[in-house]
């Protein structure tokens, strides 16, 4: 078992280091406004990517959740399902696209089980990811607030049988 599955598979620990960077990128919003959106994205994408990726598997959708998946990146579904899993599950909790490999949401469940901080962000409906942030940094997005953007109508639909 590689360096990244163990700590994948310890999502408590990753969640100190999520907190403790959630902290500092709060404290460093001045920073856009002092050296610009564009620079500060220069500066933090490369590192957020190298780290993330060797860890997370993360594809860089540029709107991170792993803090509410078990620090399970689910867009490493091969359907990139966001909310959960397709169905398709096989009964060893397999993907049906990929059966050699164990489905993410099985993982995200499992993982987000072993957290105390973020345990019930599993619950919560993300909203859909905007393209258009694909490659960006998830930090800056976090920091500006073009993260937490959703489609005009996403959030005030009805809800089936309410």
Same mark, same amino acid.
């Given at each position: 078992? +590689? ?9 408590? $620990?990753?969640? /100190? +280091?999520?907190?403790?960077? $959630? ?7 001045? #920073?856009?406004?002092? /050296? %610009?959106? =564009?620079?500060? #994205? ?11 990726? @060797?860890?997370?598997?993360? =594809? ?27 169905? +398709? ?12 490999? @164990? ?29 258009? $942030? ?10 500006? %607030? ?8 996403? +959030?005030?639909?009805?809800? #089936?049988?309410?």
């Amino acid at each position: 078992m +590689g360096l990244a599955r163990r700590l994948q598979n310890h999502p408590r $620990l990753l969640a /100190v +280091g999520y907190k403790a960077n $959630l902290w500092i990128a709060m404290k460093l919003k001045f #920073a856009i406004r002092m /050296v %610009g959106e =564009k620079r500060l #994205a220069r500066w933090l994408s490369a590192p957020e990517e190298f780290t993330k990726r @060797r860890i997370f598997d993360c =594809k860089m959708c540029g709107q991170c959740i792993l803090h509410s998946t078990g620090m399970t990146c689910p867009m490493t579904c091969p359907k990139n399902l966001r909310n959960g899993p397709c169905g +398709g599950v096989r009964p060893n909790g397999h993907c049906e696209v990929e059966p050699e490999m @164990r489905c993410i949401w099985v993982e995200a469940f499992e993982r987000s089980q072993m957290m105390t901080t973020y345990k019930d962000e599993l619950h919560i409906l993300q909203p859909p990811v905007d393209r258009q $942030l694909e490659g960006s940094s998830a930090w800056v997005n976090l920091m500006t %607030g073009k993260d937490r953007v959703t489609p005009a109508g996403w +959030g005030d639909t009805p809800r #089936a049988g309410g």
